[in-house]
């Protein structure tokens, strides 16, 4: 099909409006790149996933220095200063799965193997943790973890562009590439933007859109549910609540105190694989109730707690865990930045430093690098190796250019 000749075109063209455009908002304005345009089939920004107002943020604890560990610990980082502002809440404590053989000194030597130190984490047996964080159940104490609101830093970001830069309401059905351009088209085959870089940023709608392109990626939809539930000052959850936030088999956020003396208690999150239903389910509320219940090692009244308040959300997640962020090989400007499970925290601001720097090189050797992520030397310092980077690549799915049989490599 012949295109015509673009008489106006953009920097770049991100698609969806969610963290993970905010993501590559940010390092297109952190390379003076301000004629961009985003766009995203909802009427405002955050109307999915990214409407979360509890997004937990810790570092992950392997059972040894996997991938996913060592790049967790990148993205942690990260997260402390891209989102630095938003931050809210300090200290995050994950509970031991085996909490009846946790041994204090063999988690002091794993956590220091995978590159922790007392400064960032602190082991607890029950009654220390008591003490500590309000709980009397063993774990590992992260006193700079925290949360933060996704929603707060999607909206704020999108009411900070001026209007030619976004266009809502608006679905993205294909893009082409002739000329050294990309041509983004709607479901009525409207063209809505040109330029040499588009940036696919929209959840699972990133794969039918590179499937066009011949390229398969192995993302499945996992339905997540929060439950906020409600007590009073008098009911025994009261007397247990815990100081900071938890994290294990479920997480949930310290109590708030209410204007009337009682509490709600943000609780959650279910993990439903391939499921996409957005509507709030009696049965996910219960299992909420339970996980936190079999947390906190306790068996108080469940009766006292009422459902005020439910969250549903959809995450993206591909088939080894890690998140899929970097340039699509074979196809010169088009990056991909999707599959950022329940670490869309962490995961997109080590997106948005990664995208920085790749972008950076790009415009000074005026030129695409579609089969390498370039991290600059301060990411590279902090232990972020080439190998690491080189992991998240949409690429590690697949055989070939061409060839889109998957590569699951372990992580």
């Known amino acids: 099909m012949n295109k015509p000749i673009p008489k106006k075109t953009h920097d770049a063209i991100v698609i969806g409006v969610g963290i993970a455009g905010v993501a590559a908002i940010k390092a297109l304005k952190n390379n003076g ?6 766009i995203d089939q909802a009427s405002a920004p955050a109307m999915g996933t990214s409407g979360h107002d509890h997004a937990l943020c810790h570092p992950y604890i392997g059972r040894g220095a996997s991938r996913l560990q060592r790049l967790s610990m990148a993205a942690f980082n990260e997260a402390r200063k891209v989102w630095a502002s938003y931050w809210m809440g300090e200290g995050v404590f994950h509970l031991s799965r085996e909490v009846e053989s946790f041994d204090k000194k063999l988690m002091s030597e794993r956590l220091l193997s995978q590159g922790f130190n007392h400064l960032n984490t602190l082991p607890l047996l029950a009654e220390e943790a008591k003490e500590i964080v309000g709980v009397a159940v063993a774990g590992t104490f992260f006193p700079h973890g925290g949360w933060l609101s996704l929603k707060k830093i999607c909206e704020e970001t999108f009411d900070d562009l001026l209007e030619h830069q976004k266009q809502m309401s608006t679905a993205v059905q294909k893009i082409e590439r002739t000329g050294g351009y990309w041509y983004v088209y709607d479901s009525n085959n409207q ?10 940023t929209n959840g699972l709608g990133v794969r039918p859109i590179l499937s066009q392109l011949g390229v398969e990626l192995p993302l499945k939809p996992v339905r997540g549910q929060l439950s906020t539930f409600g007590y009073s000052e008098a009911s025994s959850w009261a007397q247990h609540q815990p ?21 709600s208690w943000t609780v959650g999150s279910t993990y439903d694989e391939n499921n996409d239903d957005l509507n709030p389910w ?4 219960d299992e909420n109730l339970e996980l936190i219940q079999e947390m906190l090692n306790s068996n108080l009244n ?16 591909a088939n ?21 499970g329940s670490r869309g925290v962490m995961w997109s601001a080590l997106a948005s430093q990664l995208f920085t720097d790749h972008l950076a090189e790009e ?18 310092a902090t232990g972020l190796s080439d190998d690491l980077v080189s992991a998240l690549l949409p690429a590690r799915f697949l055989a070939g250019v061409s060839n889109s049989k998957p590569i699951l490599p372990s992580a």
């Open 33 to 38: 790149l301000t004629n961009f345009l985003a």
């Open 282 to 285: 009696a049965s996910s509320n």
């Open 243 to 263: 100081k900071v936030a938890l994290s294990g088999k479920a997480y949930c956020l310290p109590p708030k105190r209410l204007e009337d003396n009682s509490y």
């Open 302 to 317: 469940q009766h006292e707690l009422k459902i005020m308040d439910s969250f549903v959300g959809i995450r993206c997640v």
């Open 363 to 380: 415009m000074r050797h005026s030129a695409f690098f579609d089969a390498r992520f370039l991290a600059g030397a301060r990411l590279l």
């Open 191 to 200: 063209l809505l933007g040109v330029s040499h870089r588009v940036f696919l």
């Open 320 to 340: 080894d865990r890690l998140p899929i962020m970097g340039p699509v090989k074979g196809h010169p400007g088009l990056y991909a930045l999707t599959a950022l």
